[in-house]
């Protein structure tokens, strides 16, 4: 049956994207990549949260050393907790994982992939969603004989706040979306991601759900 997939970390952009597609009553199905970093752990609990909430199945899918793989040859500060080596594209993982993403969604008979990248992820000129569509046109040149997934960017016009409002409008569990680099049992609330989180609920300005440590 043909299905929609969502590519899911576990923080805010896939947990209101995931809500948000929930809402179009459309059969639809979670991948979440364990790639071996700190908080890999807790944005798993996040996707399963979203996944049993919602009914959607969930493709769990862990790569252990995915990140010790490039220790020693990128800057170790780029690996480290404080500079979360997914949002710089240079050296993100994120194309890897889309390209498997895309794979396994052609071959599972998804039509769509949903990636909630906003419009400050998109970068200048969304030059980052001609990337990614490029992976896919690239996947449907080197195996042509699945049917075409299309590549959705719900987000790609929003801001990490005005995603939050979205969030708020299809009452996505936001408390329980993952953001922290950290392992912890909380958000630590002083990493990048974590302050990045907190600026976005502070610009929203309705509250924000999230219990911090610091
Ligand atoms: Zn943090």
């Known amino acids: 049956m043909a299905y929609t997939l969502i590519l899911s970390s576990g923080g805010i952009e896939s947990t209101v994207a995931s809500y948000t597609t929930h809402g179009n009553n459309e059969p639809t199905r979670l991948i979440h990549f364990d790639i071996g970093h700190s908080g890999g752990r807790q944005e798993a609990a996040a996707t399963e949260k979203t996944s049993i909430a919602l009914g959607m199945p969930l493709k769990k899918v862990s790569f252990p050393d995915l990140q010790g793989m490039f220790s020693g040859i990128m800057d170790e500060e780029a690996l480290a907790d404080e500079g979360d ?39 200048d000129g969304q030059q980052k969603m001609a990337a990614i569509k490029k992976l896919a046109e690239a996947n449907q040149e080197y195996n042509p004989e699945m049917p075409s997934l299309e590549v959705l960017f719900p987000f790609s016009e929003l801001t990490k706040p005005e995603v939050i409002a979205q969030g708020a409008r299809v009452n996505a569990d936001l408390a329980s979306a993952w953001s922290c680099f950290k392992g912890f049992y909380q958000h630590c609330g002083t990493c990048a991601s974590c302050r990045e989180r907190k600026a976005a609920f502070a610009a929203y300005g309705n509250g924000d759900p999230t219990v911090y440590l610091g």
């Open 85 to 123: 080596t997914r949002c710089n594209f240079e050296v993100s993982f994120l194309p890897g994982l889309i390209e498997l993403s895309i794979l396994y969604g052609r071959q599972s008979g998804a039509r769509q992939l949903v990636i909630g990248l906003t419009k400050e992820q998109m970068g």
